[in-house]
């Protein structure tokens, strides 16, 4: 039996990594520093106009500094090595960071959705000419920061949802300047609670947008875009591999995949050699570059059913096909 898992991985740490990352950091700081000083400005004009518009989409924009702020930090943790306890190092707290980021959203927007439906019954008086001009104002500085944030590796859940809160903060102020103009134009106070309610139901699609991606992570699906039945076919398709079983595709974190499998070598062929072979596979197709894999020879006349590892239900087994194709065989839950 040869074991195929002392293999070494480039990716861990490098200098190029780190000082890709401090140029996140500071693109992410500068996009941070835009949305604080506008949402400060944004909370004075909403009291004095009495716009709940405007003190909402301060309200998001606080999440998307929380947010900024979070990947700022989740990139200089995720750079600590791996070690003690801490196997697989500390890239999942890209996840950590993104899933709170993601409940804070649902409930502002609970919060903002009271708020605004209380209004819409007992309409308060608002000036329209102040709201109309933060929002566009907002318009405006959203951009800049989305600009900004957009140069960062949007490979990170955090930078993502980070990125994603500010491009739904254009929709929301464009929403509150709506809101503004009507109120001018009409009278209707009520403008103003409707437009809340535009700015909550952004709130409540970026939360569980966030939530869900982090549950991913956490749950250890495999990545958006890799296809776990493909990515077996693949490989029990690599000359010398008869089956492959006990395959499980994950995330690190960072949208960084990992795999780890059992490959079962045809007699005639070295493992390592179809171990290299089938590593080859999974980088060039399915850019996993972190693979764990087990190769080794099955014992003459050993059936698929009578190993321990294949008949364990730990998942289904792919088994090469005479014509060098692959199926999926029935062993392990599907």
């Known amino acids: 039996m040869a074991d195929d898992r002392g293999h070494t991985h480039t990716h861990a740490h490098a200098t190029p990594v780190a000082v890709t990352a401090a140029t996140d950091r500071k693109w992410l700081f500068a996009s941070l ?63 950590v960071s993104a899933q709170a980021n993601g409940i804070t959203l649902l409930i502002l927007a609970a919060w903002f959705c009271v708020q605004a439906v209380q209004r819409l019954f007992s309409p308060p008086h608002v000036e329209g000419v102040p709201v109309i001009v933060v929002a566009l104002i907002g318009v405006v500085v959203n951009l800049v920061a989305m600009a900004m944030a957009g140069r960062a ?27 503004g103009a009507i109120i001018v134009a009409t009278g209707w106070a009520r403008a103003d609670a409707v437009a809340s309610l535009v700015v909550a139901a952004l709130m409540v699609y970026s939360g569980f947008g966030l939530i869900r991606a982090s549950g991913r992570v956490f749950l250890e699906a495999a990545p958006v875009g890799v296809d776990p039945r493909s990515v077996g076919a693949d490989m029990a398709a690599v000359a010398g591999v008869n089956e492959v079983h006990d395959l499980h595709v994950w995330d690190l974190g960072g949208s960084e995949p990992a795999l780890s499998a059992h490959v079962v070598v045809s007699s005639e062929f070295d493992c390592h050699d179809v171990a290299a072979s089938v590593r080859s596979v999974l980088e060039q197709r399915h850019h996993i570059s972190h693979a764990t894999l087990q190769a080794d020879h099955r014992r003459s006349g050993q059936d698929v059913t009578d190993d321990p590892c294949a008949s364990a239900g730990h998942g289904p087994g792919y088994v090469r096909l005479d014509s060098g194709s692959a199926g999926l065989t029935g062993s392990g839950p599907t």
């Open 153 to 179: 590796n949007q490979a990170s859940l955090n930078v993502r949802g980070a990125l994603a809160h500010v491009v739904n903060d254009l929709w929301a102020f464009a929403a509150t300047a709506i809101a």
């Open 33 to 95: 520093s835009v949305i604080v000083a506008f949402m400060s400005g944004e909370v004075v004009v909403g009291l004095m106009s009495g716009s709940l518009a405007l003190i909402a989409d301060a309200g998001h924009m606080l999440t998307d500094a929380a947010a900024l702020g979070l990947a700022i930090a989740a990139s200089k943790i995720a750079q600590r090595p791996a070690k003690g306890s801490y196997t697989y190092g500390f890239t999942r707290i890209d996840a």
